[in-house]
């Protein structure tokens, strides 16, 4: 099944520019997400709509996100474009995120599924809170990989959590204990994800040539940066805060120490691999007998989110 | 890397949290990444042989918190001090069986409360709360546990030619400290999340422990003695809330209902500024009350010095998980030990010209 989670005739065509800018949003990126729910969905034999429903609520949720971070970070440039708030208005780019959110409530609230509609509110509320905290960290130098993580499970984890656990919420049925793995398991997803995408701004693994350096130049420290300043000496993180190219940081650092760092950075994740693993065993023994090939599909996912292999 | 994930009605997790599982291997668990009180909990097994232990000195010394044991024993130093200073009699025997059972209960409060933090899963959601000796599989629960019995036998044991001397005077302190423990420790949050737990810590690390000096002296508290004792007790009180302050995110997450988690973050800084001018009202006055001046005034500009640290870092905090805020409760334990250190100073001089 190939989801398209936008539809214009979904929104009002008398708003000027709104769908010119979610046609723009929505033609780009990958939608991993929505993939990983339609995955999901099948083993759980969940009808075709019902995964729409879910496909086109975490989509929405995620690039109204997307719109918002642009115009917070001021970013020019979103999957190799002009930002939405640069080529349209920041108040629209604003307003088009907002009316995201608010079309996913109507959307849930139609389908009537209140745990899900919960569940889906609390999730936005995390988003937008780590996206707050987020911002109240740019400039903050001495931040620890445990206050980052805070953040991380927040912003990024709360929406794999989701991705994982809608459908099972969907379907009804399930014991506290399958749910409190399903959680635990999208947790270990978002910060996979999120460590891969720290170094990813240090073009480690960069196979698709984003734009790097882009967490540093706004001030702020990711988890690999964080691991960086950790050794550095204050002269060196002064320098740090001013680099502009990623040969500079080489030259700073030395390319062999920077790459001796990459690989200790990798070691010390391979941990939250080996938990998400032991999660996985755990949900197999809990789920029942025809849903257990899930456990396949998901046990490829932290390679392909850590180490971006297809 | 072996994990095992035991639920809470498994009748195996309670060995497994205190430790005595297996001889050789050590469980340590893993906090949960998602914020949810699991049905299970998960363990990371590890040969004991493979974990990096510090020396047993080190691994006590964190265990009983020694970094905050001024805050116990400066009071009762600095109390013996000045009665000594005034010219009354000090009761060798007695002071020093009160620094003893002080000091064994400081051990025990603390050890008892990483016990509970650990069995109640409370280390788990905060990393920095206790002093994570089990955490880091230095010391498995069980001996932590064994740990409070024979210190707190021997805080009994030290203070029983206390209360049998003066024990009119000092049982209702002694009830006092008894209720402020178990309300800290076992009734859940306890007076922590009442809101009461600045009371607590005002009393039993300012005041009380200023009266209970006096009652060994055999003598009235003055007006002097009142106002450090007040001193101690509020300075102690500012540390307890940067330290509250510093753990704001995690405290609301737990839903423990600290007077900072409930005024919120912005309200709190508010609050922590008034009170950081008011314990260093506090200190300034007391100086002047018991130096002179040429003591004093140097004294004073050295802990202001100091005291614009505080006021610089509580500026910088703009976040609740700002990495200043790891700082702050560090600042405000030194500012308690360098007013200690000052007015501790200046006693043993005053007592030693005295006697010249």
Known sequence: MNISVYDKRDFPPY??????LYGDLFSGGKGFRSKLIERVSGHLKIDKKQIHLMAQTIEFIHNASLLHDDLIDRSHLRRSKPAAWLKYTPEYAVLAGDYLLARVMVNLSRHGNLELLQYTSEMISDLLEGEWIQDSLIKDWGVNQTQLDQVHKLKTASLFKWCIRSPFICKGGYSKQVHDELEELGCLLGLLFQRSDDLLDYGIRNYENKAVLGDLKSGYVNSFGCFLI??????????????????????????EVFDKKVAEFDESNKQYIELYKHHLQILLNVLPEHEKSLILDLEKLSDVLYWRKA | MEYITLLKSDPKIKTYL???????????????????????????????????????????????RIELLGLTMFPFIVSMLYFSAMGHAAPKFELFVSLCSMFFLHASVFMLNDYFDHTRGGDRISSTSGSQVIQLGWIPAYKVLRGVYLSSLMALFFALPLLKSHFFQLWPLALFVFVAIVGFSFFGKGFKNKGLGEFFVFMCLGPLVFFGTSTLFSVSMDFNSIYLSITFGWASVFYQQLKNFSNIYSDTQLSVGTLVSRWGFDASKKLLYVQFFLVLFLIFGGSFLTMPLFFAAPWILFLSTYGFKIYKCLRCVGSPLSSQMVRLPKLGLKLHSLMSYGLIAYLLIFIFLGRQ
């Open chain 2, 18 to 64: 205190s430790g005595v599982f297996s001889d050789t291997k050590v469980a340590l668990p893993v906090p949960p990444l998602s914020g949810r009180v699991p049905e299970g909990t998960t363990f990371k097994i590890l040969e004991s042989k493979n974990i990096d232990k510090p020396n047993f000195i080190i691994i006590i010394s964190k265990i009983i």
């Open chain 1, 15 to 20: 708003l000027p520019k709104l769908n010119a």
């Open chain 1, 230 to 255: 950790k050794t550095m000496t204050p002269s060196q993180v002064t320098q740090f805060k001013k680099i502009i190219q990623i040969e500079d940081l080489h030259e700073l650092l030395g390319k």
